[in-house]
């Protein structure tokens, strides 16, 4: 499959793939977390509804955070997990990941982590491969996505996942649990993505728009953890889409800690932007 260097797949329906099916490459197709100081006993929110939709607005108050993500993908019996570890500063609304591919089934490591750049509207990746060179980072336009960047980086925005919160249908509070050390309500319902797009945040409604039109179903199931203060220590969105007449479950965890760590995004120069075809 061909997609345009703008990341970009040649038809719809295999979009939210384009760029993940590069990430895994051969895989699927043969075969301790530290946090700020919180008060030590949640008290479940008397909305539950309320306490996670605003999940968004208190990282905005929070400012930035340290995160770790994991996609883990299946499709038939091949499961694949890409791991990733950075930062994100919610007022800028840019990110930092280094994103690390599984092993290939010979057990040998040789993939070189894919450095990910996040930005309002646009994913920057460096080390993709496909044919791209080592030095050049390419430029994928996540409003053009199916899935709008909700898997196809191998990561889930850190943002974005907040954001999708917005969109609860329904939600349930299922009682404390410890996290890292420290005590966290879980909230375990399921959000709409139209809906979260209509309320989310200006710089993420084009991605999310798009990836309520790209997925086949537009509710998505979770599981967050809220603190004492009401941040978002750890949330997990269960995606399901249809590949290539196969049907695709993605379970995408992102944590977060460290809370007001500084956190340094430099875009890339046009110059060494990547503009020819990339292969996937």
């Known amino acids: 499959m061909v997609t345009r260097s703008d990341g970009r797949p040649q038809g719809r329906g295999g979009g939210a793939l384009a760029v993940t099916a590069v990430l895994v490459g051969s895989l699927v197709g043969t075969g301790a977390v530290a946090g700020c100081a919180a008060p030590e006993d949640p008290k479940p929110r008397a909305d539950p509804t309320r306490a996670v939709r605003d999940a968004a607005e208190v990282l905005a108050r929070a400012g930035s955070a340290k995160t770790s993500t994991s996609m883990e993908m299946a499709s038939g019996g091949t499961r694949v997990t890409i791991r990733g570890e950075g930062g994100y500063d919610f007022r800028r609304r840019t990110g930092r990941l280094q994103v690390v591919l599984p092993k290939d089934p010979a057990g040998t490591d040789e993939h070189r982590p894919i450095t990910e750049l996040l930005t309002p509207g646009a994913l920057y990746m460096k080390n993709r491969g496909a044919g791209v060179p080592a030095d050049k980072w390419v430029r994928v336009d996540t409003t053009t996505l199916d899935d709008g960047n909700l898997v196809t980086g191998g990561a889930t925005d850190p943002a974005a996942a907040a954001e999708l919160l917005r969109g609860v ?112």
Do not use: C, M
């Open 169 to 280: 249908r329904e939600v349930a509070y299922l009682g404390e649990v410890e996290l890292a050390g420290v005590k966290v309500s879980h909230y375990r319902g399921v959000a709409d993505i139209g809906r979260a797009a209509a309320l989310a945040s200006p710089y993420l409604r084009g991605a999310l728009a798009a990836a309520a039109k790209g997925f086949t179903v537009d509710t998505v199931p979770f599981d967050a953890y809220l603190d004492a203060e009401g941040l978002l220590r750890k949330v997990r969105h269960r995606f399901s889409f249809s590949n290539q007449g196969r049907t695709v479950a993605v379970a995408s965890t992102t944590l977060l800690y460290g809370f007001g760590v500084p956190v340094e995004v430099t875009l890339p120069d046009r110059r060494d932007l990547y503009d020819g075809q990339i292969e996937s």
